[in-house]
């Protein structure tokens, strides 16, 4: 995705934050929330596979009962290493970004299932004992998930997301936490 693209789909997605903060899902209720959680990540690549952890925060707005616009942030919390042929190489998420919209509906009472689709970029380092390389790359990132809301303000979250999937390299994720409406 080029430059200009992506300067396009965060400017739209932000016009949408803006008009979308006055929509509201009942009276008196605030449309903008915010989502902390924990991600197990999934990195593989060339037939080998790390699992790095991310923490990854989540500020949305509902544009209307069944559908928000997202921004997201990670960084890595916790690294994972893999022996590669006899050598040990350790991966970790230095950072993410991304913006999505999140398709949802409620299927029970306080329960809702959400799907989400986007953007996201993603800077990632493999290093060996005295030598370190870094990678960025962005791509569509989609996912689906549930949140339960244990009251007016605060719920359980719960989703599956693929991050990045593109020339042999594959990310993804399951992360829980907890949204606070603000």
Not at 105 to 126: H, I
Not at 129 to 140: E, Q
């Amino acid at each position: 995705m080029n430059t200009k693209i992506l300067k396009t789909a965060v400017a739209a997605a932000a016009l949408v934050c803006v008009v979308g903060a006055q929509a509201q899902s009942k009276p008196g209720a605030s449309p903008v929330y915010g989502e902390l959680g924990w991600a197990s990540i999934t990195y593989k690549e060339s037939g080998y596979k790390l699992q790095p952890g991310m923490v990854r925060a989540i500020v949305g707005t509902e544009v209307n009962p069944n559908l928000s616009v997202e921004g997201m942030l990670g960084f890595g919390v916790s690294d994972d290493t893999v022996n590669i042929q006899g050598v040990r190489v350790t991966g970790e998420i230095n950072h993410a970004w991304g913006v999505f919209l999140k398709p949802k509906a409620s299927v029970a009472p306080n329960l809702e299932l959400f799907g989400r689709v986007g953007y996201v970029k993603t800077k990632v380092t493999a290093s060996v004992p005295g030598y370190a390389i870094s990678d960025t790359g962005g791509d569509l990132a989609y996912g689906a998930g549930l949140s339960y809301k244990i009251s007016d303000s605060t719920s359980l979250n719960a989703d599956y997301m693929s991050y990045y999937n593109k020339d042999g390299v594959k990310g993804t994720g399951f992360t829980i936490g907890l949204g606070l409406r603000f």
